[in-house]
């Protein structure tokens, strides 16, 4: 019988299980990553993609001017297409408050701030967006957001990670056992074989819950349906269509609509926290959209923007990976000391996921919690990510949002 051997394995080939793998490969860790069908065929490749401020908390701004640094190195570095469209505030009367966020009084400077925004007049928002409605008033534009093609951000991540010579990535590969003692995972169990390991990444998403009771441990995220339908923008002129939230709810859930390459347009459900109504088994759920979606969509949209052409028609569901308080979890199992858990980013994958894979590969590493950000530009020197520890939950400590102070106030050094 051979046995195969691993310093770390990663167990999910999404966004967050690819990234930790480059970041602890190009740090010279040995790491093999097991998908058990392709890469990014779950929650990553369902996703909106976008790269836009996520201001719900201090942990949550912190790790977008993250985000956003590693997408324009990726940009500058490697040609990675990142298309900012942009995102759009609208304005519904002269006397709308256009303060800036404390996030962005605190971390936003300069033209190529993630927080840069621009005021449009009302005559400058219909020129450049016309299927808006007449009774905007303006609206501010940060032009410097936008999105990413996720299949091919998790490919660049393989390739960049291959090429340390460090890391090995297995696609149809499922897990199907875990062995443990008392305190730590000894090996796994795979389709093709055995694997001792030093250390385990559940980076499993909506499936990471079922990845932890392999491990015999629990770890509390909800897997959410989500679902995306798309329109024909193109039909009505509508280009290059920056992130902007629906203009209504349809059945009292917002959502956001992006333009798409091509001038498609995507419209998405979108809820920070874990909901009841919306939670499913990943394993067993209708991945096409409710038949009546796509014609409620196309009803409240027409009802307020000008896009009467365009076709709705639909398009797929994503199933989120959340969390009771909205936020990730990241850090060692409560019980199995080698077990990091970097999952349930409830919808806010794409622009968090190079600060969770940084913050995995120093927890392994170097046993600490507190990380290094003296490279991003606007950031904190150093960002403490032991908030994140799924133990939060069972000592009573869910963190809380609040997009006008951080909260808790000393989260940050």
Known sequence: MTVQHAEVAVVGGGILGMACAYELARSGVDVALFERRGFASGTTGGSAGVMCLHDLG?????MTLVGYE?????QREHDFAFHQYGALSLLYSDEADT??????????????????????????????YPWLPADVRGAAIYPNQGFINPYELVDL?????????????????????????????TRLITRRGLWDVDHVINAAGPWGAKVARLAGSEVS????????????????GAHNVPLVGWPAKIRGEAGWCRGEEGDMLLFGQHHHVADDAFTVDPDNVNMANDDSYPELVAGMIRRHWKLPTARFMPGWNCIYGSTPDGYPILGADSDLTNLIHVLGCNGHGITMHAALARAAATLIMKRQTMIDLSDVPNAPAAIDVSWLRQSRFAEG????FDTEYPTPTDQLV
Do not use: C, N
């Not at 936003?108 to 020129?127: N, T």
């Not at 995220?221 to 009505?236: E, F, H, L, M, S």
């Open 58 to 62: 201090e942990l949550y701004a912190v």
């Open 70 to 74: 590693r997408i324009r190195w990726l």
């Open 99 to 128: 303060a800036e966020s404390a996030f962005a009084t605190k971390y936003g400077s300069g033209p190529e701030s993630i927080y840069h925004r621009r005021f449009l007049s009302s005559e400058q928002l219909a020129a450049r």
């Open 157 to 185: 991540y393989r390739r960049l990670a291959t090429a340390t010579g460090r890391f090995r990535a297995y696609p149809g590969t499922p897990v199907l056992m875990v062995e443990r003692d008392e305190s730590s995972i």
């Open 221 to 236: 995220v909800i897997p959410q349906r989500i679902q995306v339908a798309v329109a024909t923008g193109y039909d009505d």
């Open 397 to 400: 400590r869910p963190i809380r």
